[in-house]
């Protein structure tokens, strides 16, 4: 079933209207029909399987037939990716998103080797955000995450200074156990950062300076993991966890 996302005042009573360049979409490349099933969100917290009434030249209107599941983790997690090099950050924002990431936020970490300024951080930032777009269509997103503009280290640290939880990934902790003990402290409702450093990791001045400011530096095994693929794991992690887990009820 496809998903589209429109703004809260495009819905209205039990009607939505679907306008833009998803117009086109489903009228011209997806050739879509009235009577088809859709799901159309407001990209925040309102998601509703609907049925296609109208397809006209610039606008599309559905009748909502129902409320859609909600696809979200209980814990919201944020990853703090250091600077990638080449485009790997677009696979990075792709496969996060998929894996239930509430934010992605990009940190100019001091072994980062992309620099971003001016019109170039604004242009790869509109793209990152439509890639983040289309991969909560695909999975079915109740949320878009925001992919947000890229922050210092120290501007990073400060930002997730309230989180409940919060994860600095380095190859020198301690064995994984390390990450299963902070995994069993989230709960529903808990906001988690995770820190991923860049190609060429974290260094130890930037470890300690995260270590004072709350975070814990977790193993994700004897391997090393490239930059693309420790975030991801540490998510897939911590979804297996939320959506496994059997809460207690709190009286």
């Known amino acids: 079933m496809y998903h589209f996302f429109v703004k809260d005042g495009q819905i209205a009573g039990s009607e939505i209207t679907i306008a833009g360049s998803d117009v086109n979409h489903i009228r011209n490349v997806l050739r879509m029909k009235p009577g088809e099933q859709v799901r159309i969100g407001n990209g925040l917290d309102r998601d509703f399987l609907c049925v296609l009434e109208e397809i006209a030249a610039e606008t599309v209107t559905a009748r909502i037939v129902s409320e859609a599941e909600d696809t979200e983790l209980s814990a919201r997690l944020c990853l703090f990716q250091g600077l990638p090099k080449s485009d790997k950050m677009e696979l990075i924002i792709q496969k996060a998103v998929e894996l239930g990431a509430y934010q992605i936020v990009p940190v100019a970490t001091h072994r980062a080797v992309v620099k971003l300024d001016g019109k170039r951080e604004e242009g790869r930032l509109r793209r990152w955000n439509a890639i983040a777009e289309s991969a909560a269509k695909q999975s079915k997103r109740v949320l878009v995450p925001e992919v947000c503009p890229v922050l210092s280290f120290r501007e990073a640290l400060k930002q997730a200074k309230k989180f409940d939880v919060k994860l600095l990934l380095y190859e020198n902790a301690r064995g994984m156990r390390s ?70 009820e709190i009286s």
Request: glycine share 12%; aromatic share 8%; with cysteine.
């Open 179 to 248: 990450m299963a003990e902070a995994a069993e402290r989230i709960r529903p409702g808990t906001t988690v950062g995770i820190f991923v450093g860049p190609e060429g990791g974290f260094e130890e001045t930037e470890v300690r300076e995260a270590e004072l400011c709350g975070w814990s530096a977790v193993s994700l095994g004897r391997r090393i993991l490239r930059t693309e693929t420790a975030g991801l794991a540490a998510l897939a992690i911590l979804m297996y966890c939320l959506e496994t887990a059997e809460w207690p």
